[in-house]
């Protein structure tokens, strides 16, 4: 079995012979897509510790993918004030590791680096330029592209937004995914909504949630974010490269201050 990685939030897909074969997306008529604000409060994240399982579900048997743990620290990079956002675990049978430096006031990416087995992908943001590389057995492929303020490089990027967006019943917004895959890589235009709102149950505790739904021309997903801290304490896409698989992730346990009950903080 072969899973994309990080296909779901589009950051980079090494999967299948199939769709190594397929481009990235095209970016969605603008139309589609909703008046851009993403008014993100970036100073609500603080330092923590999140742990997260993976699983995928095929009809009705449910397997293992791993245990991933995600890790938010403060630095500074090049004199610039920043957030750590690493990464680290397995998928499959392949380690995963993923390290993205953002800006500390507005989120902005400055640096990436991920690796998935033996792929790789690496990338530097200035303010109007993306530049990097990627590499994996099918070969290597240099990244030029121009940069947004309001793009989403990886999974982290996705959940720092959700933690920073004024969440409210009827919210809409949008913004730009970085795409890396073996056929080259794009920016695409993505939409998010509040679709619902539910009282979930996972490893880490009970949460009211928000139901935020992200949507590209190609893949969606779906994210439950505790109304309480606006932390992601399940997400779910349906892959139909893999038949229409579901690949689920879960909050097994958090030390983030912003989370209550103490039960869902990891043990000191």
Request: charged residues 20%.
């Given at each position: 079995m072969v899973l994309p990685f990080l296909a779901w939030i589009g950051a980079l897909t090494l999967a299948s012979a199939a769709s190594a074969q397929t481009p990235p997306a095209s970016e969605p008529p603008r139309?589609?897509?909703?008046?851009?604000?993403?008014?993100?409060?970036a100073m609500k994240i603080q330092p923590a510790q999140f742990a997260y399982r993976w699983t995928l579900t095929r009809d009705t048997v449910v397997t293992p993918v791993g245990d991933q743990s995600v890790t938010i620290s403060t630095l500074e990079?090049?004199?610039?004030?920043?957030?750590?956002?690493?990464?680290?675990?397995?998928?499959?049978?392949?380690?995963?590791?993923?390290?993205?430096?953002?800006?500390r006031d507005d989120l902005r990416p400055l640096h990436?680096?991920?690796?998935?087995?033996?792929?790789?992908?690496?990338?530097?943001?200035?303010?109007d330029s993306i530049f990097g590389a990627s590499s994996s057995p099918l070969g290597r492929r240099n990244v030029v592209l121009p940069n947004r303020a309001d793009l989403l490089v990886n999974t982290a990027a996705v959940d720092a937004a959700l933690a920073s967006l004024p969440l409210a019943a009827a919210?809409?917004?949008?913004?730009?995914?970085?795409?890396?895959?073996?056929?080259?890589?794009?920016?695409t235009g993505?939409?998010?909504?509040?679709?619902?709102?539910?009282r979930i149950t996972v490893p880490a505790g009970d949460f009211d949630c928000w139901i935020v739904s992200l949507e590209t021309e190609r893949a969606s997903a779906r994210f439950w974010v505790t109304k309480q801290g606006q932390i992601v304490a399940r997400s779910e896409q349906i892959l139909p490269e893999l038949e229409g698989a579901t690949l689920t992730r879960v909050l097994l346990q958090t030390d983030s201050p912003a989370l209550m009950p103490a039960s869902a903080r990891l043990p000191q």
């Open positions: 139309d589609t897509i909703p008046v851009h604000r993403l008014a993100l409060d990079y090049a004199g610039t004030p920043a957030l750590l956002f690493a990464r680290v675990g397995t998928e499959g049978v392949a380690a995963v590791s993923d390290s993205l430096i953002a800006r990436w680096i991920a690796s998935h087995g033996v792929a790789r992908v690496a990338a530097e943001f200035t303010l919210w809409r917004d949008s913004a730009e995914m970085l795409l890396i895959d073996s056929g080259g890589a794009a920016l993505v939409t998010l909504a509040i679709e619902g709102e539910e």
